[in-house]
């Protein structure tokens, strides 16, 4: 069955650096979306990705898809406290009816 | 609006013991999910429904029942609860295909 695998599944980080997961798809996807969990809560949209090659920013949170659509990557510009959580990436099962995740990255950040 | 709910917050069962999980949303979403969060495992799709009185199995539907005798309610059971099924469970609701989950507050549950 179709697969979606992300690295690293954790970093510690000192405020200030930079942070980066992949996400890696076994199928073609028609998009991907991304979700950040912060410790105790539930996942929150943050994004999604539809076009090949696509790059998104939000803040210091930049978002690409890659040319071929079966991966995608989040880096975060210049960590803060606010940032720690686990994010995940998904993708859409092949009838497009349910999102597969990944297992996910947990971020750390020390001040 | 509430969005999606998840009753109970919390619950312990004994091996073999059996409970339904209840989730609702009142946004007339036509998708709706069970997934589980184990640590290192992400989140695992068990069941989902595209509609009123559909159901269709996802990653790790064994052990599990789903419902959705209504469109805003999504039933998941534990007929035979086993230690394995310790976890956290998330519903989750869809608008329509390619937009954004709405998640509940989850549910955790311990079977001993």
């Known amino acids: 069955g179709q697969q979606v695998m992300q690295i690293p599944q954790y970093q510690h980080v000192q405020e200030g650096e930079d942070f980066t997961t992949y996400c890696n798809s076994s199928?073609?996807?028609?998009?991907i979306q991304w979700y950040k969990q912060r410790p105790g809560g539930h996942p929150v949209f943050l994004i999604q990705l539809v076009k090949s090659g696509e790059v998104k920013k939000q803040k210091r949170l930049t978002f690409q898809f890659g040319e071929a659509k079966k991966n995608s990557s989040l880096h975060i510009t210049a960590t803060q406290t606010t940032d720690v959580g686990t994010y995940f990436c998904a993708g859409a099962n092949q009838a497009g009816t349910a999102l597969i995740f990944g297992k996910g990255t947990t971020l750390s950040v020390s001040s | 609006n509430a969005g999606v709910t998840q009753t109970p917050k919390f619950r312990v069962l004994k091996t073999g013991q059996s409970m339904t999980l209840l989730c609702a949303q009142d946004m007339n979403h036509e998708y709706m999910y069970w997934y589980r969060q184990d640590p290192g495992m992400g989140l695992r799709l068990i069941h989902y429904?595209?509609?009123?009185?559909?159901?269709a199995k996802g990653e790790v539907p064994d052990g599990y029942n789903v419902s959705r005798l209504k469109k805003q309610n999504f039933l998941l059971g534990l007929e035979s609860a086993a230690p394995s099924q310790t976890s956290v469970y998330f519903c989750?609701?869809?608008?329509?295909?390619?937009?954004?989950?709405?998640f509940g507050n989850g549910t955790r549950l311990t079977v001993t």
């Open positions: 989750a609701s869809l608008d329509r295909v390619n937009s954004p989950l709405h």
């Open positions: 429904s595209v509609g009123e009185g559909t159901t």
């Open positions: 199928t073609t996807l028609s998009n």
